[in-house]
């Protein structure tokens, strides 16, 4: 049996020990996000759902990494001053990670174990995009990009995978975190 995914020894973005474990109980969005991304405007929208839900129960976790077109390529001290000044970003920020390249960290191997398969807006064309421009990840089950999403439930498990272009707002994204927080 894997670890929990509440005891993975983590890293706040100013370097602090951190775990899930301080989140136990409540529901959680985990999200690789980057800053010179094409997606980095769902930083709004990350922030919006996370004010509108943590009374609830909710908390975003972001965690920066650079392994999709080096689209994160700044220090602990830029990405924070980033996200607060373009984006007035609240929910916690955590240590840029290794998410696909290796070493793959641990808590991105459990999530990837644990949900294989990301699900797509209906009208996706986000993979085909990705794959004109040749940045489709290795496995199939590899994290396709910046800000794809994981929602886990308040018992610790994973309960989906959001592609990238799943906005924060997205109906179906909605629907789970609102079934998880009830």
């Known amino acids: 049996m894997n670890t929990s995914l509440y005891e993975i020894?983590?890293?706040s973005l100013d370097g602090l020990p951190r775990s899930l474990g301080e989140f136990k109980g409540q529901v959680l969005l985990l999200v690789n996000v980057a800053s010179k991304c094409g997606l980095t405007p769902q930083y709004a929208s990350l922030e919006k759902l996370f004010e509108n839900?943590?009374?609830?129960?909710l908390q975003v976790l972001g965690f920066?990494?650079?392994?999709f077109a080096a689209q994160e390529p700044g220090s602990a001290e830029e990405i924070q001053s980033f996200c607060s000044t373009s984006y007035d970003v609240h929910f916690p920020l955590f240590e840029k990670i290794n998410i696909n390249s290796?070493?793959?960290?641990?808590?991105?191997?459990?999530?990837i174990a644990a949900q294989p398969a990301a699900i797509f807006p209906a009208t996706s064309d986000f993979r085909a995009?990705?794959?004109e421009y040749k940045c489709l990840p290795k496995l199939?089950?590899?994290v396709l990009?910046?800000?794809e999403k994981f929602l886990i439930g308040r018992?610790?498990?994973?309960?989906?995978?959001?592609?990238?272009?799943?906005?924060?707002d997205d109906a179906v994204l909605v629907a789970a975190i609102e079934a998880a927080l009830a």
């Open 145 to 147: 990009w910046n800000f």
């Open 64 to 67: 920066p990494c650079n392994d």
């Open 102 to 111: 290796e070493p793959r960290h641990p808590l991105y191997a459990q999530l």
């Open 129 to 131: 995009k990705l794959a």
């Open 53 to 57: 839900y943590k009374a609830r129960g």
């Open 140 to 142: 199939d089950s590899d």
């Open 155 to 168: 018992d610790g498990q994973v309960l989906g995978r959001f592609s990238p272009d799943t906005t924060p």
């Open 9 to 11: 020894p983590l890293k």
